[in-house]
């Protein structure tokens, strides 16, 4: 069983910055995509952003331009830099792998990011 270890997350500022890693138990390459989503506890989880095999980018149109994702294949590991947080951005963020397979896809157990105003 694939397992997905998260880091960072936490509580900042409105204007601030955060950055989330996500630490897969195999080879980030052996996934179609990997990436991030988030869920607010009333809405649905929804997409933040995810990055391909080949390095494209996928963002959700409410990060454009203040989220970035990225991977170091050295350490295995998919970043998410979060730059001018909003109140907004409030949610518990959870990573998300994808294989070529239809079904092999994994979840982190999720981390919690709060902006305060």
């Known amino acids: 069983q694939v397992q997905l270890v998260e880091s960072g997350g936490g509580l900042e500022q409105a204007g601030g910055s955060l950055r989330l890693g996500c630490n897969p138990s195999r080879d980030i390459l052996s996934f179609k995509v990997t990436g991030w989503y988030r869920e607010c506890p009333s809405k649905e989880r929804e997409l933040v952003a995810i990055?391909?095999?080949?390095?494209?980018?996928v963002y959700g149109d409410s990060v454009k331009g203040r989220f970035t994702i990225d991977r170091d294949v050295a350490k295995n590991v998919v970043y998410l830099q979060m730059n001018s947080l909003e109140p907004e951005d409030t949610a518990v963020y959870f990573c998300y792998a994808a294989a070529a397979n239809v079904g092999d896809e994994y979840w982190g157990q999720g981390t919690q990011v709060t902006v305060s105003s």
């Open positions: 990055i391909s095999k080949r390095g494209t980018t």
